[in-house]
């Protein structure tokens, strides 16, 4: 079957199916009989079936017009729509940011980062979370305007992607209540003994966690590892164990979660970059990111 018609004599056939007729059809069109009767012919031959046959001094759908008719009613509803939905998207400008949520970045802190953003009235947000290989990709090739990462892209001279520091955090050991009092009994030391939940190592904080462990001699006893820091908190709050987190988002923690603070995990924090496909940063909500956090 060929595909080779336009839009135009899908648009023919279906005012002469609403006007029950090529004269009346022809009409409503303007034009002569014999050209809509040639442009409806043309979609015929092209979709390999017959749309219309005689019925007395008229014409009637067959089977596979009522078809094609159920399909060009939500065609042309939608066509004719077009007009309201361009003005209104004209007297309404947004500005797109689309930005790629790296999934070892804490869910938590994400809204606190774009913040500085958040309060443009024509902002229009697209956020895509994956591994963070697959964001640096999508970023060169356009695909986004930024990357959100608690790294920075690695050197690659076949991609050129460039890193803003957003600034670091220091991490903090927070327990739900019912493991707080056994928590902050000799901490940091109570780690080995109360249950402990940690990101996985696809995190870039976490080898700074196993080194704190190693410098204070403690074998921590991990119930639980987790790639989604927010899937961690969840956890975390319901019993499950006590868990190290950014500062940044410690009173969500508190309030979201109802969390205490147990101690501070010294020496370790965790960072935050934007990675752009441009050495200029030209998207005007970048910039203004970027000179929230400096």
């Known amino acids: 079957m060929s595909t ?8 023919y056939f279906w005012v002469v199916a609403k006007e029950g007729g090529l004269t009346r059809g022809a009409e409503r069109l303007g034009m002569a009989v014999q050209t809509v009767s040639t442009q409806v012919r043309e979609l015929e031959r092209a979709l390999g ?18 078809a094609a008719l159920r399909q060009a009613d939500q065609i042309f509803q939608l066509g004719e729509q077009l007009p309201a939905l361009v003005r209104d998207a004209a007297s309404t400008p947004s500005v797109r940011l689309a930005v790629g949520i790296s999934n070892g ?9 774009l913040l ?27 695909r986004l305007d930024v990357v959100l ?4 892209a690695p050197a690659n001279p076949n991609l050129k992607v460039y890193s803003h520091s957003l600034g670091a955090s220091a991490m903090a050991w927070y327990a739900p209540k019912v493991l707080v009092e056994a928590a902050k009994r000799d901490f940091p030391q109570s780690l080995a003994e109360v249950p402990v939940l940690l990101p996985t190592t696809h995190s870039a904080v976490r080898a700074g966690i196993d080194h704190w462990f ?32 950014t500062e940044l988002v410690e ?14 995990c010294e020496g370790v924090q965790e960072s935050f970059f934007a990675i752009g496909a441009d050495k200029k940063v030209a998207h005007p909500l970048i910039r203004r990111l970027l000179l929230a956090w400096h």
């Open 116 to 142: 500085p953003v958040m309060d443009d009235p024509g902002l229009r947000l697209l956020c895509h979370e994956d591994q963070f290989e697959g964001l640096l990709s999508d970023l060169a090739l356009h």
């Open 4 to 11: 080779n018609y336009s839009y135009r004599h899908l648009y």
């Open 251 to 264: 009173d969500k923690l508190l309030s979201r979660y109802d969390l205490i603070r147990v101690g501070a």
């Open 49 to 66: 079936f017959a749309l219309l046959k005689p019925a007395g001094r008229g014409v009637v759908l067959t089977e596979a017009g009522q």
């Open 105 to 113: 970045l804490p869910k938590l802190a994400v809204r606190r980062l």
């Open 149 to 152: 990462a608690d790294r920075a």
């Open 214 to 245: 190693e410098r204070i001699g403690v074998k921590p006893r991990i119930v639980g590892e987790f790639e989604d820091s927010a899937l961690l908190a969840t956890f975390g709050s319901g019993g499950m164990g006590v868990f190290p987190a």
